[in-house]
């Protein structure tokens, strides 16, 4: 495992403490790796919209894109969304020579014979091509999904920017994808799930220093899973479906709630009882109204996500974004033992991976940080 990698994954964890709308009142705080959460989730849907509608969309490159466009505000989190605005407004080669840098800075920790790919998936994001309109207008979406619920407690601060979000997203009013999306009769349905895991802090039975949701840590899985499917050689594995898999896998916890692991493992049977009540609130409340091709696309990934060898990669991303949450918490000072517990059972789960990569993540936490055993 490239240094590089792992340096990724560390300057990602920023996504965690970057909060958003930080200059009006908000009902409640989001961070950039829920909002990006968001915006993936709106993106795979106008994805598949896209090719029903016979357009002819390369998902791999929508989803690297995905995986890697947020990077660069890792480095830029001093510099806020308005101030952002009007600076490229004012002088727009200053602020492309200061967005230029801050890429640089994220790609300056892979080694040259991947510098140029990276650079290059991350300065595509948001082109003119079809993935490029997908992923901007999912962007407005997500800030949009935001502004909203702020504006429910706080209207006189949010009804100039809801305006300015409609304005911008009004360009998108003939793209098919856009438009079959926010026409769908389910799409308020999947909002109200994509809202809930905005909400569900992980952990939540234990006091939290850097609290993450199953929004954040989803984005968070997805950024892994493209990382470790990159750094892997097999044939075998599909970077698309690895991403793809990393953003639903927790989809049905919006419905479920969060049942832990080990309260699914405490009586024989009762996880596969949860596994069977997942898929009738899913089925039922979710993807009923959906078309067949959406629903076949989208319910496998849901309830079964950790299947096949694309799925065992899945589950050591899921369970190396969990042991950088233990990680962040024991490092910032929180000594509940439950951290410590839970990263050495993470850690002994991924030294048994069939995968090179995932090994060498586990070697990695052990040589940086102060390694106490049992």
């Given at each position: 495992?490239?240094?590089?990698?792992?340096?990724?994954?560390?300057?990602?964890?920023?996504?965690?403490t970057?909060?958003?709308?930080?200059?009006?009142?908000?009902?409640?705080?989001?961070?950039?790796?829920?909002?990006?959460?968001?915006?993936?989730?709106?993106?795979?849907?106008?994805?598949?919209?896209?090719?029903?509608?016979?357009?002819?969309?390369?998902?791999?490159?929508?989803?690297?894109?995905?995986?890697?466009?947020?990077?660069?505000?890792?480095?830029?989190?001093?510099?806020?969304?308005?101030?952002?605005?009007?600076i490229?407004?004012?002088?727009?080669?200053?602020?492309?020579?200061?967005?230029?840098?801050?890429?640089?800075?994220?790609?300056?920790?892979?080694?040259?014979?991947k510098?140029?790919?990276?650079?290059?998936?991350?300065?595509?994001?948001?082109?003119?091509?079809?993935?490029?309109?997908?992923?901007?207008?999912?962007?407005?979406?997500?800030?949009?999904?935001?502004?909203?619920?702020?504006?429910?407690i706080?209207?006189?601060?949010?009804?100039?920017?809801?305006?300015?979000?409609?304005d911008?997203?009004?360009?998108?009013?003939?793209?098919?994808?856009?438009?079959?999306?926010?026409?769908?009769?389910?799409?308020?349905?999947?909002?109200?799930?994509?809202?809930?895991?905005?909400?569900?802090?992980?952990?939540?039975?234990?006091?939290?220093?850097?609290?993450?949701?199953?929004?954040?840590?989803?984005?968070?899985?997805?950024?892994?899973?493209f990382?470790?499917?990159?750094?892997?050689?097999?044939?075998?594995?599909d970077?698309?479906?690895?991403?793809?898999?990393?953003?639903?896998?927790?989809?049905?916890?919006?419905?479920?709630?969060?049942?832990i692991?080990?309260?699914?493992?405490?009586?024989?049977?009762?996880?596969?009882?949860?596994?069977?009540?997942?898929?009738?609130?899913?089925?039922?409340?979710?993807?009923?109204?959906?078309?067949?091709?959406?629903?076949?696309?989208?319910?496998n990934?849901?309830?079964?996500?950790?299947?096949?060898?694309?799925?065992?990669?899945?589950?050591?991303?899921?369970?190396?974004?969990?042991?950088?949450?233990?990680?962040?918490?024991?490092?910032?000072?929180?000594?509940?033992?439950?951290?410590?517990?839970?990263?050495?059972?993470?850690?002994?789960?991924?030294?048994?991976?069939?995968?090179?990569?995932?090994?060498?993540?586990?070697?990695?936490?052990?040589?940086?940080?102060?390694?106490?055993?049992?």
């Amino acid at each position: 495992m490239e240094q590089g990698v792992m340096k990724l994954m560390e300057l990602a964890t920023n996504l965690f403490t970057m909060f958003r709308w930080n200059n009006t009142p908000t009902m409640f705080r989001t961070n950039e790796a829920e909002n990006a959460f968001a915006s993936a989730q709106f993106a795979l849907l106008m994805s598949n919209l896209a090719r029903e509608s016979s357009m002819s969309i390369n998902e791999k490159e929508l989803l690297e894109r995905i995986a890697l466009k947020e990077l660069p505000k890792c480095v830029l989190s001093d510099i806020s969304v308005d101030t952002k605005l009007l600076i490229r407004d004012l002088d727009p080669e200053k602020w492309n020579a200061v967005y230029n840098s801050a890429v640089g800075e994220v790609v300056g920790y892979l080694p040259e014979t991947k510098k140029l790919q990276f650079s290059s998936i991350i300065h595509r994001a948001k082109d003119d091509s079809l993935e490029g309109k997908i992923i901007s207008a999912s962007d407005l979406l997500s800030a949009r999904l935001e502004a909203d619920l702020h504006n429910r407690i706080f209207p006189e601060y949010y009804g100039e920017i809801i305006k300015s979000l409609d304005d911008k997203l009004s360009q998108y009013n003939d793209f098919k994808p856009y438009k079959k999306l926010i026409n769908s009769s389910w799409f308020d349905t999947y909002k109200e799930s994509i809202i809930v895991l905005l909400r569900a802090v992980r952990w939540n039975r234990l006091n939290r220093n850097v609290k993450t949701t199953v929004a954040g840590h989803s984005f968070y899985v997805a950024l892994i899973g493209f990382l470790l499917s990159y750094e892997e050689e097999s044939n075998q594995l599909d970077e698309v479906e690895i991403i793809k898999r990393s953003l639903l896998h927790d989809i049905p916890e919006s419905l479920t709630g969060d049942i832990i692991t080990p309260t699914k493992q405490k009586v024989t049977g009762f996880e596969e009882l949860v596994e069977r009540v997942e898929e009738v609130m899913v089925t039922d409340k979710l993807l009923n109204d959906m078309p067949e091709k959406l629903i076949s696309e989208l319910k496998n990934k849901i309830l079964k996500p950790f299947e096949g060898i694309n799925g065992k990669l899945v589950r050591a991303a899921d369970l190396t974004a969990a042991i950088v949450e233990c990680l962040m918490e024991i490092k910032s000072g929180n000594n509940q033992m439950s951290f410590r517990i839970a990263l050495n059972n993470m850690l002994d789960q991924l030294d048994e991976s069939e995968f090179s990569s995932v090994k060498e993540v586990a070697d990695f936490f052990k040589l940086s940080f102060e390694w106490t055993g049992r």
